[in-house]
């Protein structure tokens, strides 16, 4: 599925959306730790089953057993090697390309030993193993269609070779030794690439998560640019041409070109009321709109995320100061989900009981605890929470990561509105 040798680096390295490990609480990182160990754990063990099955006979010399054991351990190693760069640990650490040739020819010339060797000790169904496998390891870099012609190319080989060897010694088994080394290859084929296939399908879906987070966040930029252009837009086309026209009558009617300046004036105020509503819109969305969006961006960066809303009348049951003071603890909150920690799982829960208002977000895959909570956002909300008499804490316990805002549904607006500035 990638035509180099090595995997290309990630558009992450370009400003892209990943540059850093794979995972991000995504468990990526688990499944390509499953897909190597799991590739690199079989073809071992085939190997190793493999050679002892011919290097155990007493009628094996020992110079050609010494060589038989150089050569596994040397396409062991190759492999081990290869499937690390096939599978690289962080998208942008695409290793170069003359390693992973020097590699493909040392397992290659392994393989070739592993295969002649069985070979010529009339082993004529099991020989192909070594170079079946190396085929299908110098397949996982090439593009499909190279890929298949390859695997193809292998099989007809393999049941040529065998079936030529079969002919010459006479012993009636040649439709086995023809059929049975391409049936090896193929499977081999089949099994390692079905494993690199899900995983190259996983890569994928994981960037196209991360793209869709981006978007999400771009989208509202372009939103709030587009309301922000309306308002703007309109109200300046409008008081470019009162002043131009004030410019002029200015000498031959200054009456009319002052009653122009003062509706400039008043255009003016009006474009500075709008703009200044966009951006408070913007900026003081309610906790609903909040609780909303950080659903939204938690399940677009692959957080399974669960949120308690309670009864919507709670919500409505609080003064609109109060909500805007917990939706700043909420986007506050999801944001150090998404800097600070590979959080898999986070729950956001709002309710209104005994006369308080309780919001509680909490998020697992918390590696640092330094990180969490260590700057000044939360700090600030706490301050902000305490003028309007309420209280905001955050704990971690494990790698868990909580963080509690309460506020008294009786307090006056005016207080939380205090709090909030």
Known sequence: MRPHLSPPADPGHNGGVRDGP????????????????????????????????????????????????VALAVLVVSVVILLDHRLPRTPVAARPGPPAVTWLAAGGAAAAVLGAIPLALREQELWPLAPAVMTSIAAMFLPPPHRRTLIAAAVVAAAALGGAVGMVAGDGRWPAATAVPAGMVAFVAWTTLGMLWAWDVADRLDRARLLAAELAVKDERLRFAADLHDIQGHHLQVIALKSELAARLAEAEPARAAAEMREVQRLSIDALRDTRAVVQGYRRASLEDEIANAAKVLAAAGIDTTVDRGDPADARALPEP???????????????????????????????????????????GVADPSRPGSGTGLRALAERLERAGGTLDWHRDGDRFEVVASLPVGTPAAAAEAGAR
């Open 322 to 364: 109060h909500r805007h003071v917990l939706g700043l603890v909420v986007r506050e909150a999801t944001t150090n989900v998404l800097r600070h920690s590979q959080a898999r799982r986070a729950q956001v829960a709002y309710r209104v009981r005994d006369g308080r208002a309780r919001l509680r977000v909490s998020n697992d």
């Open 22 to 69: 794979i995972d991000g609480g995504t468990g990526l990182g688990g499944f390509r730790r499953y897909t190597w160990w799991s590739l690199t754990g079989t073809v071992t063990v085939l190997l190793v089953l493999f050679v002892a099955d011919w290097a155990v006979e007493q009628d094996v010399p020992l110079p050609v057993r010494a060589a038989g054991g």
